[in-house]
């Protein structure tokens, strides 16, 4: 990307050139299967059709221009199909997206970041050794931005191991229970805690919320299965969704810890 940083990156990109590379990328990143873009130029503008399965798959009633600049960039690899031009957004490309949607995210995706940023930091990780590597291998799987169920699957096991681990590593000494059923032995510890009615009502939520989560976690780890029983198979959004929700969780677990 001609050793330009990403800020100076996205200060010369055009509002045009931005906003198409934001509906590229997010195509890509939430698709499967073949993810190009096939071009077509007419009397009506330019157009592109998204080859991969995903939710997004026209791009229409853009300036033209606007793809060169993102190809002068590197953030898209040109290809030809016949007399047609294709295009594939780039690894590079995905970083770019990534630090875009960070930088540029609503308040949601900037409390998702910072949590994401705690729960994979040293003093987190000493706490909670085995949660903080799951949660580590599922996000680094998350951002390779692959939906195929083999990954689906290993995100979904991870994902569900942080937080038995997590659970383990808060009630251990206070609840017995199965380590295969976080959300009893949560429900015990917390019964144990003297907390105010209204904090007790929150954290009864907390859990409740880990018990919907780890509902989704489960799905994401059998959905081979899910799919062969006619259940409809699963979006990189989704994905997205159980590991944020689910590092949450985490964390808030960790905020109980100490708690007498």
């Given amino acids: 990307m001609n050793e330009i940083s990403f800020e100076n990156l996205a200060g010369r990109l055009t509002p045009e050139a931005l906003a198409l590379f934001r509906e590229m990328a997010a195509a890509h990143i939430e698709g499967t299967g073949d ?20 939710p997004h798959r026209q791009f229409s009633g853009f300036d033209g221009g606007a793809v060169e600049d993102l190809v002068g960039w590197s ?35 900037q409390v998702e970041e910072e949590v994401r940023r705690v729960i994979t930091g040293s003093k987190y990780a000493s706490r909670h050794q085995g949660a903080a590597h799951h949660l580590s291998e599922a996000f680094e799987l998350l951002w390779g931005g692959r939906t195929d169920d083999q990954v689906v699957s290993e995100i979904g096991d991870h994902l569900r191991k942080a937080l038995m681990d997590a659970t383990t590593d808060v009630v251990e000494s206070t609840s017995a229970g199965e380590q295969e059923k976080p959300i009893q032995r949560l429900q015990n510890h917390i019964a144990g805690l003297d907390l105010p009615s209204r904090e007790a009502d929150v954290i009864s939520q907390i859990v409740e919320l880990a018990r919907v989560v780890l509902r989704l976690d489960q799905r994401l780890d059998h959905i081979r299965d899910e799919m062969d029983s006619g259940k409809p198979g699963t979006s990189w959004d989704e994905i997205r969704r159980a590991s944020f929700t689910t590092a949450f969780v985490c964390y808030e677990l960790d905020r109980l810890q100490d708690r007498p």
């Avoid at 199909?81 to 690894?91: E, M």
Wanted: glycine share 14%; net charge positive.
């Fill in 75 to 109: 953030l898209l690899r040109v290809g030809f199909s016949g007399r047609s031009t294709n295009y594939r957004i780039t690894g590079e490309a995905q970083r770019f997206y990534r630090w875009l949607m960070q930088s540029e995210g609503s308040a949601v995706e």
């Fill in 35 to 54: 993810r190009m873009f096939i071009r077509a130029d007419t009397m009506g503008g330019t157009h592109m059709i998204f080859t991969g399965e995903g």
